[in-house]
């Protein structure tokens, strides 16, 4: 069986006026939710991972965007902390699949409770970050599927490859190390390299990964990336003619 996935960090799914300059934080402040479900629909994904969704007690854009979808996606959500990007919001991670998704669950990865003053005198704090994960029945064979992010730490001026980076990285992979044999995990890990070898050797070196020379975002760097295990991969390719600062990766797999 083939099937068809996106990774997607959709910043609140918040997009730039077209004129915009795309490098600029604060170019990114159109309601672009129409905009994000639209192209889901051109690509007509089977799985769909998000990083950076919106959720409050009344609003949940993971739910809004399955029921635009047309009410075939089932979808699971997770809140994981405040928005810097709208006040009265919480960032989230959330799984769509046009089959059922079970024993889902969230995990947090450890905070290093970083801050830095910049420039402009505005204090930037690390916020929680972490996965959620969901399997997946694909015609009997289950996939366990995780959508994740970590914490931007090159905003904070840590090296990856340093020992403080290495070891984040090493808590990271303990949280994401797969329980089962077929496994995707899709996210922002917010580390610029084409492979993530020497930051998650125990989960690559178990399995595969999308080499990712391609640029997944505005700034030129490749935070996001995909690794996988007892799928064969078909294709991959990135859409960098989007509006959101984070670009999707449309992958194909057979199981």
């Not at 969704?53 to 399955?66: G, K």
């Not at 998650?200 to 595969?208: A, Q, S």
């Not at 760097?221 to 390719?237: A, C, E, Q």
Request: with cysteine; charged share 20%.
């Amino acid at each position: 069986m083939k099937f068809k996935t996106i990774q997607w960090n959709i910043g609140g799914a918040l997009i730039r006026d077209p004129h915009s300059d795309k490098t600029l934080d604060g170019s990114y402040n159109v309601d672009g939710l129409d905009y994000i479900v639209q192209k889901l629909k051109s690509v007509q994904p089977d799985i769909i991972t998000l990083q950076e969704i919106h959720l409050n007690d009344h609003d949940n854009q993971a739910a809004e965007i399955a029921r635009k979808l047309g009410g075939e996606y089932h979808f699971v959500s997770g809140k994981f902390s405040n928005s810097h990007l709208k006040p009265d919001q919480f960032l989230g991670m959330a799984i769509l699949s046009r089959h059922p998704i079970k024993n889902s669950r969230t995990a947090k990865f450890p905070n290093p409770q970083l801050v830095i003053q910049r420039p402009n005198g505005e204090l930037w704090r690390t916020h929680d970050k972490g996965v959620i994960i969901g399997e997946i029945d694909l015609t009997g064979e289950i996939i366990e599927v995780m959508s994740t992010q970590a914490v931007p730490l090159h905003r904070f001026f840590v090296d990856m490859t340093t020992s403080m980076g290495q070891a984040m990285c090493a808590k990271i992979q303990r949280v994401l190390l797969p329980k089962l044999p077929k496994y995707l995990i899709q996210g922002d890990f917010n580390i610029d390299s084409p492979s993530l070898k020497d930051f998650f050797p125990g989960i690559v070196n178990g399995g595969h990964e999308i080499i990712q020379d391609t640029p997944t975002g505005v700034w030129g760097r490749r935070n996001d990336h995909i690794l996988y295990g007892g799928l064969k991969l078909l294709s991959s390719r990135v859409d960098d003619q989007v509006l959101t600062d984070h670009y999707p990766i449309i992958s194909e797999f057979e199981i």
